[in-house]
């Protein structure tokens, strides 16, 4: 491009000057040309060394980004651009070397020159925006304060979806780290551009857009209010059932942000009919998709009964049993969270979880994941089942849940909000069981905090039934309280009392602790008569 300039020049002199003066004028334009050329080389070859890690420190330390700079000025385009893209790989590695390109005085020369080159430097300008905003909120705001949204605003416009590609992945990642720079970026007028570019047919564009989107009605329900008011959940709910896996990712993350924020929202989002169509994404072969899809309901059934039951009546729940049986890991927890929420609101959706097998998998993440996050919600979600009647608490007592619980509870490397959740769960189940084989168990390892709930269940069922009772003492129930050391006046010693009042002196004398020792010194003390 720039070569030809050379070579006009030089054809001019051949035939306007004399032949001593063409000899001469050839080797001053040389000259220029090996310049020209070693630069392209230069600046080819440093982008060429930032795409490898090994060679950043050493760039840096040859005092690059000073070398650089200028170059964003040259008079030949390929070197402008070749420029661009070595700033952006640097600044892509580290926020060091993107705090460099602020210090450098760069983004002011890069923005300027988005409104004036062509359409391959403004993708390259684009992406070193891109590069340095995606660190921090500072260099994110750096961005901001040079001017850069207004640039990158009339870029979405631009004919090139590559352009309009590189613009909206840089307002997304301004959009993302705060609320603040979020709603400067919907001020600068990107929301009705970005869901204009949703609708191009071109795939990573598309994809871009919905995740910029994203970004930007996370932070509040203002902003969300914002991309809705565009129009956008309609057009992003029909491709829910793209068949392209990366652009259902981000489509059903986008609703989830929506969704998130209010009532209100939630249902915008379901009215756009993603019902029955996000549960099939259950099932997807992408397991970001699955994440998502399962995100996005976890969003939508946490706000209100009716919302739930939507989800319920939809097929919701098998389906989100299914999902959470066949994911491991974090992938678990947006799944383990939404049957929780289902079943928090009333007796009847708990019950649709428990009919729809949902303790097994719960339970399973209870006992194998080895986060204690995902435990903690587990037994948070197996709280929220068992805590409505003793049919609900039956159910997980008989699938040995409550010891589980216990379990986790009196782990000794369960985090604080493990054990917190793990305890009001125990308590909240226990408090409604009634199915006292169960709870015998418990007897055997409870601490006291917790024993005075399972002992206050005794206490309350075993006035009202003569075989319990008995299987009471032939479980060893009774011998097991007997042991227990509670003082006078608890809560605990007083119930241990009423369960005493129920059986013959003789009884519970024999099951006392020091009930032999009684029956040796009475022994001893016994004088036969002659």
């Not at 002199?13 to 070693?38: C, I, N, T």
């Not at 840089?170 to 551009?193: C, F, M, N, S």
């Not at 003789?506 to 009930?515: F, H, K, R």
Request: hydrophobic content about 45%; overall charge negative; some cysteine.
């Amino acid at each position: 491009f720039g070569s030809s300039v050379f070579f006009d020049c030089e054809k001019q002199l051949v035939a306007e000057a004399p032949p001593g003066v063409v000899a001469m004028s050839r080797a001053v334009l040389q000259v220029f040309e090996e310049y020209q050329k070693a630069r392209v080389t230069f600046v080819q070859t440093v982008a060429d060394l930032a795409t490898r890690p090994q060679n950043i420190d050493a760039l840096q330390n040859a005092g690059v980004m000073a070398l650089l700079r200028p170059l964003l000025l040259d008079n030949v385009a390929s070197i402008q651009q070749s420029a661009a893209l070595a700033l952006g790989r640097l600044a892509n590695y580290s926020d060091e070397l993107a705090e460099s390109v602020v210090t450098h005085e760069i983004l002011p020369q890069l923005v300027y020159s988005l409104s004036q080159q062509n359409r391959f430097y403004k993708k390259a300008a684009a992406f070193v925006l891109r590069a340095v905003a995606k660190h921090s909120p500072q260099l994110a705001q750096a961005v901001v304060d040079s001017g850069a949204l207004d640039a990158l605003v009339t870029c979405l416009e631009e004919f090139d979806p590559s352009v309009k590609e590189a613009a909206a992945w840089a307002l997304g990642y301004i959009a993302r780290h705060t609320k603040e720079l979020a709603q400067t970026v919907v001020d600068a007028g990107a929301v009705p551009l970005l869901v204009l570019c949703f609708q191009e047919p071109e795939l990573s564009l598309k994809r871009i857009s919905a995740s910029a989107l994203s970004d930007i009605c996370k932070h509040s329900p203002e902003l969300a209010q914002t991309v809705v008011d565009a129009g956008a959940v309609s057009l992003l709910a029909k491709d829910i059932s793209h068949v392209d896996g990366n652009l259902k990712r981000q489509v059903c993350s986008c609703l989830a942000q929506i969704a998130k924020h209010s009532v209100d929202l939630a249902e915008v989002v379901v009215e756009a009919e993603i019902f029955p169509r996000i549960l099939h994404c259950l099932k997807d072969v992408d397991e970001y998709v699955r994440k998502n899809a399962a995100t996005c309901i976890r969003e939508i059934a946490r706000h209100t009964p009716d919302l739930a039951k939507l989800i319920v009546n939809a097929g919701g729940v098998a389906a989100m049993v299914d999902y959470i049986t066949d994911a491991r890991g974090n992938n678990r927890l947006p799944g383990i969270m939404t049957l929780g929420y289902i079943a928090a609101f009333s007796e009847t959706l708990a019950l649709a979880v428990i009919v729809s097998k949902g303790i097994p998998p719960l339970k399973d993440a209870l006992i194998n994941e080895p986060e204690d996050h995902l435990k903690a919600a587990s037994a948070w979600s197996v709280g929220q089942i068992g805590r409505h009647s003793p049919d609900h608490a039956r159910a997980l007592a008989e699938a040995d849940v409550l010891r589980r619980l216990l379990a986790v509870y009196l782990h000794q490397d369960s985090s604080e909000d493990l054990k917190t959740k793990a305890k009001r769960g125990l308590k909240s189940v226990i408090q409604k069981c009634t199915h006292l084989p169960a709870l015998e168990p418990l007897l055997q390892e409870s601490p006291p905090n917790i024993l005075k709930y399972v002992v206050k269940q005794f206490s309350a069922v075993l006035p009202n039934d003569i075989q319990a009772r008995r299987s009471f003492v032939q479980s060893g129930g009774l011998q097991k309280i007997q042991e227990v050391k509670a003082e006078v006046g608890t809560k605990l010693r007083d119930y241990i009392d009423e369960i005493n009042r129920l059986y013959p002196p003789e009884i519970v004398n024999y099951y006392s602790p020091n009930y032999s020792e009684t029956l040796l010194k009475k022994l001893d003390e016994f004088a036969p008569s002659a």
